[in-house]
Antibody
Framework: EVQLMESGGGLVQPGGSLRLSCVVSGFTFSGYWMHWVRQGPEKGLVWVSRINVDGRTATYADSVKGRFTISRDNAKNTLYLQLNSLTAEDTAVYYC???????????WGQGTLVTVSS | QSALTQPASVSGSPGQSITVSCTGTSSDVGSYNYVSWYQQHPGKAPKLMIYAVSRRPSGVSNRFSGSKSGNTASLTISGLQAEDEADYFCTSFTGSSNPYVFGTGTKVTVL
């Protein structure tokens, strides 16, 4: 069974940082591109970032470019998202998702909540 | 890149068919056959229901179908069941520096 489990969310002050993790199981992690997608309060889903299988190629949404960094450790079956210079606009549930190969996301985690507030 | 436009809510009685629309532009939905649909129950992870406009992943009921015409994609749920009550989101490839755009989301209610 494919499973993705995010962690690392919490309350952080504006300007602060957080590191999110996503541990996966049930598939060969090193064979898939991976993504982060977020969902703000009462808002729709927004794609945040993706990373290729070996971690050498990453793409970011314009809204997070230069502040967020995606990475992965294939030996630990873990995807990461480093969030820096956080603002209230970054408050959201952050989901990790597996790339479905047709520009879709075929499996998702349950999400981890990031709240940016003073 | 603006979000794809979906109706805020759609409702139907058990056994009926409903259609959820997803309207984009010629830069996203209209140009690529990479529209996917997701079902999300409250507090749960999104679930892929349709990919590449009309293809169904293994395990998804054939009551769910997808189509596209011009800049608008559609998700049809036939034989509506209580368990179909959820939020539904579409997404499309954009070919731009932000390669994915999501829809605004639709709450499907089973009366």
């Amino acid at each position: 069974e494919v499973q993705l489990m995010e962690s690392g969310g919490g309350l952080v002050q504006p300007g602060g940082s957080l590191r999110l993790s996503c541990v996966v199981s049930g598939f060969t992690f090193s064979g898939y591109w991976m993504h982060w997608v977020r969902q703000g309060p009462e808002k729709g889903l927004v794609w945040v970032s993706r990373i290729n299988v070996d971690g050498r190629t990453a793409t970011y949404a314009d809204s997070v470019k230069g502040r967020f960094t995606i990475s992965r450790d294939n030996a630990k079956n873990t995807l990461y998202l480093q969030l820096n210079s956080l603002t209230a606009e970054d408050t959201a549930v952050y989901y990790c998702a597996r790339d479905g190969s047709n520009w879709d996301f075929d499996y998702w985690g349950q999400g981890t909540l990031v709240t940016v507030s003073s | 890149q603006s979000a794809l436009t979906q109706p805020a809510s759609v409702s139907g009685s058990p056994g009926q068919s409903i259609t959820v629309s997803c309207t984009g532009t010629s830069s996203d939905v209209g140009s690529y056959n990479y529209v996917s649909w997701y079902q999300q129950h409250p507090g749960k992870a999104p679930k892929l229901m349709i990919y590449a406009v009309s293809r169904r992943p293994s395990g998804v009921s054939n009551r769910f179908s997808g189509s596209k015409s011009g800049n608008t994609a559609s998700l049809t749920i036939s034989g509506l069941q209580a368990e179909d009550e959820a939020d539904y989101f579409c997404t499309s490839f954009t070919g731009s520096s932000n390669p994915y755009v999501f829809g605004t989301g639709t709450k499907v209610t089973v009366l």
